[in-house]
């Protein structure tokens, strides 16, 4: 595998499960990004990791939790989310977190019903 | 604070024609500048960059952008597009670590898509 890889790339579930988003860095980068993006609106950055520390917490609701137990792994948790949480999500990574340009993964749809 | 305005939301062309998509920023420090462009159902991929030197950057597949300081801009061209290039495209700044968080952000996207 090389770059950035997303699994699952679809995901549907009811509002009461719990799910979890993996993704995978191979390209020795030192900082990864959860975005979302919705249909119609901007990117929206998530949460920042750089060196598995959380360095960027974007008001996100509780219901999404992060999790980096290396720099090449980063998980979205989710539970009790709700419809309007449907989007599809971005993982990304870059060598350093200043000024440099970000490699994104194939994305996970998500559906909520 | 930093922003970015992709000033076309829908840029439809046809083949072999020239194109240009807006992007305008603002920003309180200097900045690193980019294009990502999304094909349907995949992650975005990074086109071209600016961060010092040539204000004048290329990609390899054609496209081209310019930084623009005193208009604040970095709009995206290319002499002649192929069907192969419709697609969204999203401009993108990045500030330093120290004022910032090294965080990108990104303008809405323009889709271009190109017709026979």
């Known amino acids: 595998e090389t770059g950035v890889t997303q699994t699952p790339r679809h995901l549907v579930m009811g509002m009461t499960n719990k799910k979890s988003l993996k993704c995978e860095q191979h390209?020795?980068?030192?900082?990864m990004y959860w975005y979302k993006q919705s249909a119609k609106k901007p990117l929206e950055l998530m949460f920042v990791y750089s060196l598995e520390e959380r360095v960027e917490n974007n008001s996100v609701p509780s219901r999404f939790s992060p999790e980096c137990p290396n720099s090449s792994h980063l998980f979205l948790h989710l539970h009790t989310l709700q419809p309007e949480d449907s989007a599809l999500y971005l993982c990304a990574s870059s060598q350093e977190l200043d000024g440099y340009e970000q490699y994104f993964g194939p994305g996970t749809r998500l559906t909520v019903t | 604070a930093q922003s970015v305005t992709q000033l076309d939301s829908q840029v439809p062309v046809f083949e072999e024609a020239p194109v240009e998509l807006r992007c305008n920023y603002s920003?309180?420090?200097?900045?690193?500048l980019f294009w990502y462009v999304q094909y349907p159902n995949q992650g975005l991929q990074l086109l071209l960059k600016y961060l010092s030197g040539s204000t004048l950057v290329e990609s390899i597949n054609g496209f081209e952008a310019e930084f623009n300081k005193s208009q604040t801009s970095f709009h995206l061209r290319k002499p002649s597009v192929h069907i192969s290039d419709t697609a969204e495209y999203f401009c993108a700044v990045t500030g330093p670590y120290n004022t910032n968080a090294g965080k990108s952000t990104f303008g809405d996207g323009t889709t271009l898509t190109v017709k026979p």
């Open positions: 920003s309180s420090v200097s900045v690193y």
């Open positions: 390209l020795g980068h030192n900082a």
